[in-house]
């Protein structure tokens, strides 16, 4: 009888050699479970003389004895596979005024690995000159705190971490940058951040950071960074816009009249009256709250009292329409003179705000002593 080498390295006596494969494992979106043992068997079916033999199930040092469960299963386990991204979640900064505690900005974190995974988070100032969403940064934000939106509010709370604990494969948390705005900061200015998430051991309240396995088919589960910098973190950037109140004030003063030439050619002499006008011109991108006006007259100087239309101390004129109130500190009104002290409660006595683009123009009147 000759016999035959087959490409499979078995001696075949006559017929054709069938093999069958058999596996176990089981898959998820990431990919599979990291620590899954996948197992294989090959059974070689054959036949000697056109008669059927046992069929023989390989092993992985090689099995001769024929029959079911004789052989043993090749197997390995799934290596853990480092993934994840870092998106923020909108295109554009975001705005903040001048001196406001707790602003935020927002980022997606993705496991996209086959392991459940803890991250480490660090917010971070970008430097002068960076530019995002085509903002230049010019300012820099202060005490800046990096959280989890580990209470699921979808929003910064008082409730959250400042690391990703667990977060399974294929599972999504919204991080958030979290910062102080210097009071400083001028309409028009951008100050831009980055978050950096680094992948950490789960349960681990993000301080043990995840490091590759080198050399290759250790023993047990490797760990293979498949980010896009193969180092396991992700970086993402984002802006804060300053939209405030942009203020120009102006005061200026005009003669009106004096005892010896009225209102021709009226002189600065004692006795003559003298009007101070306040322009306040709002040229930013949000409202002027909460405005007054406050003003220490000389002392050489008297406040003129019902220079305005009924009677009032002090008028008022946003966008061509003028009300009053007087430095009675007895009345109602939000003026009131406290000593050479006049102040004026701009919104108070208006009900609005100046509001952006807006000339707002306050007047009153002296006489020199």
Do not use: W
Not at 51 to 80: K, R
Not at 160 to 176: C, E, M, P, S, Y
Not at 293 to 322: K, N, S
């Amino acid at each position: 009888m000759t016999l035959a080498r087959t490409p499979l390295g078995r001696i075949a006596a006559s017929g054709l050699v069938a093999i069958a494969f058999s596996f176990a494992g089981t898959a998820q979106a990431a990919g599979t479970a990291a620590g899954t043992s996948i197992e294989n068997v090959a059974t070689v079916d054959y036949e000697v003389g056109s008669i059927a033999q046992t069929p023989i199930e390989s092993s992985p040092t090689g099995n001769s004895t024929p029959g079911v469960s004789n052989g043993t299963a090749t197997a390995f386990l799934v290596d853990n596979r480092v993934d994840l991204t870092l998106v923020e979640t909108d295109s554009a900064p975001t705005p903040v005024s001048p001196g406001q505690a707790d602003v935020v900005a927002t980022f997606s974190l993705t496991n996209t690995g086959n392991e459940a995974q803890g991250y480490a988070l660090v917010a971070a100032n970008l430097a002068a000159g960076a530019v995002v969403h085509g903002n230049t940064d010019d300012q820099q934000v202060n005490n800046l705190r990096a959280f989890a939106d580990t209470d699921g509010s979808g929003d910064f709370s008082g409730g959250d971490a400042q690391f990703v604990d667990t977060l399974a494969a294929d599972g999504n948390i919204l991080v958030f940058v979290v910062a102080d705005v210097p009071i400083g900061v001028v309409n028009g200015e951008f100050a831009n951040v980055s978050m950096t998430a680094t992948t950490a051991v789960a349960g681990t309240s993000g301080a043990t950071i995840v490091t590759e396995t080198t050399g290759g088919n250790t023993a047990g589960v490797d760990v293979v960074f498949a980010d896009a910098g193969n180092d396991g973190l992700e970086t993402a950037e984002d802006g804060f816009a300053v939209s405030s109140a942009a203020l120009t004030v102006t005061k200026s003063d005009a003669i009106i009249s004096d005892p010896i030439n009225g209102t021709t050619d009226p002189l600065y002499i004692p006795g003559a009256v003298v009007e101070y006008t306040i322009t306040i011109v709002n040229t930013g991108t949000a409202d002027a709250e909460q405005v007054s006006v406050t003003d220490v007259i000389d002392g050489d100087l008297t406040l003129a009292l019902g220079e305005y239309g009924g009677g009032a101390d002090i008028e008022f004129d946003l966008g061509g329409a003028t009300t009053g109130c007087t430095a009675n500190n007895a009345d109602a009104d939000p003026c009131g003179l406290t000593g050479s002290t006049l102040e004026a409660d701009v919104n108070a006595t208006l009900g609005t705000n100046p509001g952006v683009d807006d000339t707002l123009v306050v007047r009153f009147r002296v006489t020199i002593n």
